[in-house]
């Protein structure tokens, strides 16, 4: 499900679009939910309480965008050509464990793709940015990622002039 929005919401309108969001997802998964249903996990992930499916939200300026399935699982988005308020050298120090480990990723992806891909990751292992972009190791295919040993599906694309990455525990 995509939401355009004529120019970036606040917080408290990122929230309440986030658990309308949410409540749709739900709805059109075949499971009626309410705004009261949802709660916070300790990180601000939006979780419905007793519910045995997972799901994930991500905004970028005017772009909202989910997910909703069986096992944990992870969305990002960011524009394509989002400016960067840091070096692009310091943002890529922090985002893998090695320069080896850049050099190969960033053969395959760009800057923003790699971003959005390890996001996911994060987002899907419950963590979000917090557990550490470095962490996360991307497939040069870009079909897998693995976070702390554990193995992530993902699935990488481009709309309308945005990165979007989906992870999701990977039980096979």
């Known amino acids: 499900m995509v939401a355009h929005l004529a120019q970036p919401p606040t917080r408290a309108e ?6 309308r969001l949410t409540c749709r997802l739900f ?5 009626a939910v309410s705004a009261d249903d949802i709660g916070r996990t300790i990180y601000g992930k939006p979780q419905l309480r007793d519910s045995p499916l997972h799901h994930s939200i991500s905004n970028t300026g005017s772009l909202s965008i989910g997910v909703v399935g069986p096992d944990p699982i ?3 988005v960011e ?3 989002r400016p960067l308020h840091v070096a692009s050298e310091l943002l890529t120090l922090r985002m893998f464990a ?3 480990e850049a050099t190969a990723c960033l053969q395959h992806w ?3 793709q790699a971003w959005t891909a390890k996001e996911a990751v994060l987002k899907a292992a419950g963590l979000g940015l917090g557990g550490g972009l470095a962490n996360v ?3 040069p295919d870009g079909a897998a990622a693995w976070l702390h040993g554990s ?3 993902l699935s990488l694309w481009m709309q309308e002039g945005f990165s979007v990455a989906v992870a999701e525990v990977d039980r096979g």
């Open 151 to 153: 193995r992530y599906a």
């Open 110 to 112: 760009t800057l923003i």
């Open 27 to 31: 709805a059109d998964s075949g499971h």
């Open 98 to 100: 090695s320069p080896a």
């Open 137 to 139: 190791m991307i497939a």
């Open 74 to 76: 992870g969305i990002d």
């Open 14 to 19: 990122q929230r309440a679009l986030s658990d």
């Open 79 to 81: 524009a394509l050509d």
